[in-house]
């Protein structure tokens, strides 16, 4: 039977026009997968009974088939970064009832997107780092809670920092905040207490190798635009040249905690120019693989004290709301100096993270 055309509808097994190609008209939760991994627009051929008879390219079994193979063969945190995002960014699909018309699926963008890239720094917008965590300790003395460590959040239940931060006094782990101190900046941050602080068992404090650590919290996290998980790093190698640090750390070296949300744009060095700025620093072994150097040859920008255990980050370059944990800021000399500060690969601790999170 030929195709029709005009105002006549196609109907399921009917061929049509998908993209530039070849299609056939099926059943929409069918071909959904590959419409959503295409990420184009839906051409409606008929209805049915149930839904709407979409266009799907011709050889759309085939096609499922390999995008199911490639689904499958990701690690469980990058699947885990696929389902928090779907959360982050939910599709609504805008329609005619005509059939042929192009339907526009409108993924709701519940982020707040900075494209601009504290010592030299700025302050972050609110929820523009809505995986930002703030570890909190028991003052004993005033019996105040202090936030003296960053973390991250990478599933409903866990934060990622530095083994350094790990503490008989950590207490709480706050997300969502945008300033510590202040309850009129517009952040409607969460306290979650902490169940469980877990170190990496290979962590060594004197050289800070191996620093990275995962603090379970007492009581799910509720997704939503201002709290959701940051997606993993999947490589120990960090292609990306520039790196975004996040933290509520010391304005200045040896200064007060900045309170409010910083962020600044650090440059990867060479392991060989980190290993040269630290060769006197007495670390057996020097820096090894799995840290990581991220700096400002000029200095004035560089994570301080305070961000210990907060992220390096990078922004995806298809969705400006996804960002990838890349490192843990472990250690550097001084804030704000032309050293390159130390950061923790997370690509290189995979494998122990998801036992952990996901096993």
Same mark, same amino acid.
């Given at each position: 039977?030929?195709?029709?055309?005009?105002?006549?509808?196609?109907?399921?097994?009917?061929?049509?026009?998908?993209?530039?190609?070849?299609?056939?008209?099926?059943?929409?939760?069918?071909?959904?997968?590959?419409?959503?991994? $295409?990420?184009?627009?839906? *051409? #409606?051929? %008929?209805?049915?009974?149930?839904? =709407?008879? +979409?266009?799907?390219?011709?050889?759309?079994?085939?096609?499922?088939?390999?995008?199911?193979?490639?689904?499958?063969?990701?690690?469980?945190?990058?699947?885990?970064?696929?389902?928090?995002?779907? $959360?982050?960014?939910?599709? *609504? #699909?805008? %329609?005619?009832?005509?059939?042929? =018309?192009? +339907?526009?699926?409108?993924?709701?963008?519940?982020?707040?997107?900075?494209?601009?890239?504290?010592?030299?720094?700025?302050?972050?917008?609110?929820?523009?780092?809505?995986?930002?965590?703030?570890?909190?300790?028991?003052?004993?003395?005033?019996?105040?809670?202090?936030?003296?460590?960053?973390?991250?959040?990478?599933?409903?239940?866990?934060?990622?920092?530095?083994?350094?931060?790990?503490?008989?006094?950590?207490?709480?782990?706050?997300?969502?905040?945008?300033?510590?101190?202040?309850?009129?900046?517009?952040?409607?941050?969460?306290?979650?207490?902490?169940?469980?602080?877990?170190?990496?068992?290979?962590?060594?404090?004197?050289?800070?190798?191996?620093?990275?650590?995962?603090?379970?919290?007492?009581?799910?996290?509720?997704?939503?635009?201002?709290?959701?998980?940051?997606?993993?790093?999947?490589?120990?190698?960090?292609?990306?040249?520039?790196?975004?640090?996040?933290?509520?750390?010391?304005?200045?070296?040896?200064?007060?905690?900045?309170?409010?949300?910083?962020?600044?744009?650090?440059?990867?060095?060479?392991?060989?120019?980190?290993?040269?700025?630290?060769?006197?620093?007495?670390?057996?072994?020097?820096?090894?693989?799995?840290?990581?150097?991220?700096?400002?040859?000029?200095?004035?920008?560089?994570?301080?004290?305070?961000?210990?255990?907060?992220?390096?980050?990078?922004?995806?370059?298809?969705?400006?709301?996804?960002?990838?944990?890349?490192?843990?800021?472990?250690?550097?000399?001084?804030?704000?100096?032309?050293?390159?500060?130390?950061?923790?690969?997370?690509?290189?601790?995979?494998?122990?993270?998801?036992?952990?999170?996901?096993?």
């Amino acid at each position: 039977r030929g195709r029709r055309s005009g105002i006549f509808p196609e109907h399921e097994g009917e061929p049509c026009r998908f993209q530039k190609g070849p299609g056939v008209c099926i059943g929409y939760s069918t071909c959904r997968p590959l419409l959503e991994a $295409l990420n184009g627009r839906i *051409t #409606i051929c %008929s209805y049915n009974s149930r839904e =709407a008879v +979409v266009c799907c390219p011709q050889d759309y079994q085939s096609q499922l088939k390999t995008l199911a193979a490639e689904q499958q063969s990701l690690t469980i945190s990058a699947k885990k970064c696929i389902e928090y995002m779907r $959360l982050a960014t939910p599709t *609504t #699909i805008f %329609s005619s009832l005509k059939p042929n =018309a192009e +339907v526009v699926q409108k993924k709701s963008k519940l982020c707040s997107i900075d494209n601009n890239l504290i010592v030299g720094g700025e302050a972050a917008k609110l929820n523009e780092f809505p995986h930002m965590g703030a570890i909190g300790y028991r003052n004993n003395d005033t019996g105040r809670v202090e936030f003296r460590c960053g973390a991250t959040l990478i599933s409903e239940r866990y934060v990622l920092t530095a083994a350094h931060c790990r503490n008989a006094d950590a207490v709480v782990v706050r997300l969502g905040d945008l300033d510590l101190d202040s309850d009129v900046d517009g952040a409607n941050p969460r306290d979650f207490q902490i169940e469980e602080f877990i170190k990496h068992p290979q962590y060594m404090s004197r050289s800070k190798y191996n620093d990275i650590a995962l603090v379970r919290l007492a009581a799910p996290v509720q997704i939503n635009n201002r709290i959701r998980p940051a997606c993993l790093y999947q490589s120990a190698e960090i292609q990306q040249q520039k790196l975004i640090a996040t933290g509520y750390g010391a304005m200045e070296n040896f200064g007060s905690n900045a309170n409010t949300l910083m962020k600044v744009v650090l440059e990867q060095y060479s392991q060989e120019a980190c290993t040269a700025a630290y060769k006197n620093e007495g670390r057996f072994g020097g820096i090894i693989d799995s840290q990581f150097c991220a700096g400002y040859e000029d200095g004035g920008r560089d994570t301080c004290q305070g961000d210990s255990g907060g992220p390096l980050q990078v922004r995806d370059e298809q969705d400006s709301c996804r960002f990838y944990v890349a490192a843990i800021t472990s250690f550097g000399k001084f804030c704000g100096t032309s050293t390159p500060g130390i950061y923790t690969r997370v690509g290189a601790y995979l494998g122990w993270i998801e036992q952990i999170v996901w096993g």
